[in-house]
């Protein structure tokens, strides 16, 4: 990539970043007193089990021979969107606020590229390539620190990342949670048979530790370091401290984000996810089992409708609620952020029949929602439902068996605007007058980047007074069928035959050749099986490809009676092939 | 690559592997008594730690619920020579005699390739891309498990590998245990800090423990696994038993392979090989440590000449010893395997001045020797030295601090050939009579592939007279050299400058940026530094790019006072860049 090409990649992202970010700026300022208290954030000790050795549970001044053989650096990966490094001995250097590489005479390094800065060596957040996310380090050689620098290392394994919007739930389940559980097994931070976490994490993104502390905390059994705890502002600039990770392994992957939110290209489905919902299912199940959920149960027939407490409200509520229970036959149960703790909500998600709720970032609980269950999403006026997809995309991935089903206000009417209110909660008094008035008698809010487009906030922060007999028919039909639905799940990866069996020669009469057909063929729901055949005079270089339909094959032409030769078989099911298996004839 | 390519490539290889193992059948056949006693090999129990938990030494047979959920897989790397796999429920099928993934409703697959078999997932062996180190599987479904399948798991990690050439020291080391080092490094089967290993070796090579199988052991800590121990032939072929790993990670890196065998190209260095003396350093620590060998001492002043009993002979031992002891003042220990044990010769190798050896596989441990010694090889008449430098190359790598010396004997007088021997040691007998005539008159083994080139095998092990006044003059000239050889290591990774610090905007005339130099540039020993500027108008998409040489530069034309600019400034040495900082202006 040339450097003019990624400058203007940043500078866009620059710019969609900041504009993000004012878009968060209320929830922002509203949580800025929890920085003060972070020192003592106290994490509930019943929900987390603390390192299983207290010794590691803070860091310790030591002696700093720990480091003397320096830092140790694997990375695997092609560009800093995919790409994870684990280091030994990294440390923060808080004069510098930087992340050093101790260059000392045991350190290695393996799978760095030549330039880490064009533009990252890895993007610290599953959201790919984003400049506020990059990761990198400098060198300093071990035998520059002095003497009076004071060292802490955190003993054990780490993951080093950054959540990129912890006061969103939405986010942390998309961006941070699903994430971390697939990054940890496949980095081995996490036993693959029980799922035990054995990483602490590190969250370098500067956010206080945000009402979702405890989740990540309770998930991944460590409470995680914040990056205040290691950026000390008390030591005096003079005096040099590093923070050190004995181990440390840096970066999400983003193998299971399925949505992008719009920076480059309008918000969508990410193009070809890997992500199925056997991976959503097993880690929900993952969720479930750290919070000691209970078991669904029959009598669990009900209906959850995601409450808010101020913006984007549904005017008749008590109306839906109980003309929906009249109608389905099923107790309808509100709930919000404001009634319930993130855990709640999650237990009573997963064992419900419906979700429904105005388009809102809550709606991530509809991962949990169980096979044969309904996702009913609303959308205010001159919202098109298809340009904002995050969970119908969620809902509607291979194997989940959840309906999904939206409902769109169409009438202007049934609207209450609110064009007074802060421009990130959609008022328009700071614009023109003109502007204001496109907005206001537009139909719908054309597709367009994140994240302040203030059409879009105008309408997305409405206040609706829902249909609802039309929203009656949704649920009739969604219900008709989830009841319908099969949870075959379609592995997102190859199935493929095994070897031929039983390969066999006979030189009778030219060149014969039978096998058997592979032992796994049988599973594998297919008539589309051929055979792939090789043949090579075994002390030449010629050789002669056949495809065949049978399990054998006589070859009376080309093949003398005084030459011996190679033979190899494999299986081919449509596009997949298998392996080879040979005999020498 | 086509169907054509890689076939040829397998025919190329497995052409290549016959004549290899060739090579090795004598000494293969003398081993295959080992077979038998498979069962009952007993490493020494004092010298390896068993696994932690007793209950996970042995496989149990287990309730197949534990497999329910289905095997698992995560792959990283691009093609079978540079990918690693981990799989969870890793199964071997003793009845189909294949590896078997068994899909299930919990099966996660990342990172495989579209299909594994073009030419395979991942290479056994750090011996790239040899059809004989090929690893696949099949698929099962995990409800085709009959109730009448025996199951047993080995719990806990385990690294499922072919050793590519056991009864030779040399493939030994530079093919699996230096590779082994690095993988449980890299795949987090073994601590960073205190280089713990953590998982079990398992060897699917098919081979007999060999008489090195002590030293995978004690190196890392538990007795690896025989194929043969997976692949019992006891059970009757109708009643399937699956052996299953419960985490198995499966190939080993090859990043720190320095030597290629001759098998498409003649033998010689593996170019661009990653591999430095502080890798090298790192593990032969490592090595030492896990044999609690002694320091050295000072009074170490010894040369150690290695012996060989019967093929490649010194004829001239006695009088070298005598003579190298009088020539140099130091004592000379002669020392082979057929007298120590390999652990006493690395110990001896480790703290020794010189080592002194006919071309072969023990001059491996030239590896253990110290900073400041050197290796001196010796090759029999008609042998360019150039052509075979598996240990000139590993002692020269950067950093290594061993002087080398080669003595080639010249002297058709001094060189006694056995044409009447095996084939496989150099006898020619099988050869036509023009052939045989050939090969004794020529003065020089032409360059060749490995593994049967009858030229090669005559010369390399006939026995030779050496040269003691040459030898003499050698080694007084290495000796030398190696007093004076400093041990920089230069690391083969990039050292990069840190951010620029204190950037700072002033716009009273034009615009003014100035900045500091990155705060590790002192420790970088360079004078080249320069900076990279951009500008970009704050709410625009032009930008100017700049280098410049100083801390600080004022642009006085093409910006407008009104404007508000967007500054980013980094350090560049030489060709490395360094990262971004920006400013507003």
């Known amino acids: 990539m040339a450097v003019s090409d990624y400058l203007a990649l940043i500078v866009m992202a620059i710019a969609a970043w900041s504009q993000y970010r004012c878009y968060f700026l209320q929830e922002e300022l509203s949580r800025c007193s929890e920085k003060e208290e972070l020192g003592n954030k106290v994490v509930s000790q019943s929900e987390i089990q603390e390192h299983l050795d207290d010794g590691e549970e803070d860091p310790q001044i030591v002696d700093r021979r720990l480091l003397a053989g320096g830092s140790s650096v694997w990375c695997s990966g092609s560009n800093n969107t995919d790409r994870m490094c684990q280091f030994h001995n990294l440390c923060f ?36 390539n984003h400049n506020t996310q990059y990761f990198g380090f400098s060198h300093l050689p071990v035998a520059a620190l002095e003497d ?100 440390a392994f840096v970066g999400l992957s983003n193998v299971t984000t399925w949505y992008q939110y719009g920076f480059q290209v309008p918000q969508g489905p990410v193009p070809n996810t890997l992500l199925t919902a056997r991976e959503v299912r097993v880690f929900t199940s993952f969720v479930r089992n750290q919070m000691g959920a209970r078991r669904c149960e029959a009598s669990d027939d009900y209906i959850v409708l995601i409450k808010r407490e101020s913006t984007r409200l549904i005017l008749n509520e008590m109306d839906l609620v109980t003309l929906v229970a009249q109608g389905t036959g099923l107790r309808v149960l509100t709930a919000g952020l404001e009634d319930y703790p993130i855990k709640d909500l999650i237990e009573l998600v997963s064992c419900s029949k419906v979700l429904i709720g105005m388009h809102g970032s809550l709606l991530i609980l509809s991962m949990f929602l169980p096979v044969g269950s309904m996702l009913l999403e609303l959308f205010p006026y001159a919202i098109n439902p298809d340009y904002y997809t995050p969970y119908k995309t969620l809902v509607q991935l291979p194997g989940m ?36 008035k496109q907005i206001l008698t537009s139909q719908e809010v054309p597709q367009h980047l994140c994240c302040s487009n203030p059409d879009w906030l105008y309408r997305i922060y409405q206040d609706t007074a829902v249909d609802i007999p039309s929203i009656l028919n949704l649920l009739s039909e969604g219900l008709q069928e989830c009841q319908q639905s099969r949870t075959e799940i379609a592995p997102h990866f190859p199935v493929f035959p095994s070897k031929v069996g039983g390969i066999h020669c006979d030189r009778v009469k030219g060149l014969r050749v039978s096998w058997q057909r592979p032992w796994n063929i049988e599973y594998m729901n297919t008539n589309e099986v051929r055979y792939e055949l090789w043949t090579q005079e075994t002390d030449g270089d010629d050789y002669k490809a056949y495809i065949l339909q049978l399990e054998g094959y006589t070859f009376s032409e080309g093949y003398e009676d005084s030459k011996s030769y190679r033979v190899w078989v494999r299986c081919l099911v449509g596009s997949i092939k298998g392996p080879f298996s040979s005999v020498v004839c």
Not at 104 to 127: Q, T
Not at 406 to 433: E, F, M, Y
Request: negative net charge; proline residues 7%; hydrophobic residues 40%.
């Open 401 to 436: 068996g959840v309906a999904y089903r939206s409902w769109r206000n169409w009438s202007p009417d049934r609207s209450v605007g609110h064009p007074d209110a802060l421009p990130a909660h959609g008022g328009i008094r700071h614009l023109s007058r003109q502007e204001q």
């Open 148 to 247: 009076t620098n004071t060292v802490a290392v955190f003993r054990g394994k780490h993951l080093l990342m950054n959540r990129f919007n912890p006061s969103n739930i939405m986010h942390v389940f998309h961006d941070d949670l699903l994430p971390l559980f697939y990054t940890m097994l496949q980095s081995g931070l996490m036993a693959k048979g029980d799922f035990k976490p054995t990483a602490r994490l590190v969250f370098l993104d500067g956010y206080p530790a945000g009402e979702f502390m405890d989740l990540y905390a309770s998930l991944f059994n460590y409470r995680p370091i914040l990056r205040d705890e290691i950026t000390s502002d008390s030591d005096s600039a003079d005096q040099d401290s590093l923070v050190c990770f004995e181990e």
């Open 93 to 128: 250097s808080q004069k510098h606020k930087e992340f050093v590489f101790l260059s000392g005479s045991k350190s290695i390094a393996f799978g760095l590229p030549e330039n880490p800065f064009d533009p990252a060596l890895v993007d610290l957040s599953s959201v790919p």
